[in-house]
């Protein structure tokens, strides 16, 4: 009989190997290897149709069901956009039967705040993001952590400590605060930046010393108003995205919003 880990490990590994396929792809284009390009990018899409067609209904539910299995595929765009938006109901589901408590591993962990988020459930990623409960972010700093620890209950409730009590993993959080919460997004020489403030926090500012120079985002809530503050560095522009809907551009320099 499979453990839960042998079963789980089909659905991660497979939207690894799209994960990795797609990567390089992307990378052979950089090298000019066009014909690799065309393989790994057609490989990439027959492993997600895979996922798709083989570990779910069709209709966005998977035959087993854990945040991780839905996290991935969401964040990868894996699935289908007819039924995109259903996935991410399932997950909002699942993070709501297990009170807004972490439930994913390495794998999951980094990028489930975005899943959610990027998909229309930015309110149950702060929940989750602000949950004091064991196994939370918070519940560490609860404890007294001033490290990331390797296990969502490196220090149980008896004070007795497991594992190792310094390993980043978990502390892959930080990516949402800086890519979601400031809405920080920087690859390939283009800078977009889409905040998603919440009034669950009162501000929030990131600084990123990024390769083109030092990009800033923050907001901060004043009643119902949102003050945005924004730097861009020299020699780059910035496509900003405000929650209203408000799109603009731009300049180098400083800004307020």
Known sequence: KMSQWQARSKYTAT???????????????ILGKTE???KYKELSRKVADAYCSVLTDGN??????????????????MFPENVKAKAAENLVK?????????GTGFPGTPYILFALADNGHADT???????????????EVGKGATT???????ID???????????????????????????????????TIAPTPDKSLDWAKATYDSPAG?????????????????????????????????????APGKHTV
């Open 36 to 38: 690799d390009a065309a």
């Open 214 to 250: 030092r990009i800033v985002s923050g907001w901060r809530y004043d009643g119902d108003v949102v003050t945005y503050e924004f730097e861009i560095p020299a020699n780059l522009t910035a496509d900003v995205t405000l929650p209203d809907g408000r799109k603009f551009t731009l």
């Open 157 to 191: 409730e008896n004070g007795k400590p497991h594992e190792s009590l310094n390993h980043y993993s978990y502390g892959a959080i930080c990516g949402w605060l800086f890519g979601g919460v400031c809405g920080i997004r920087y690859a390939d020489g283009v800078l």
């Open 15 to 29: 939207a690894s190997l799209c994960n990795t396929s797609g990567t390089l792809a992307k990378i052979a284009r």
């Open 148 to 154: 990331v620890w390797e296990t969502w209950t490196g």
């Open 60 to 77: 966005g539910k998977t035959k087993e069901e854990f945040q991780t299995a839905y996290v991935l595929p969401l964040y990868l765009n």
């Open 125 to 139: 990623a702060y929940k989750m993001l602000l949950n004091t409960q064991c196994p939370s972010w918070l519940y």
């Open 94 to 102: 699942l993070v709501e039967k297990n009170d807004y408590k972490i």
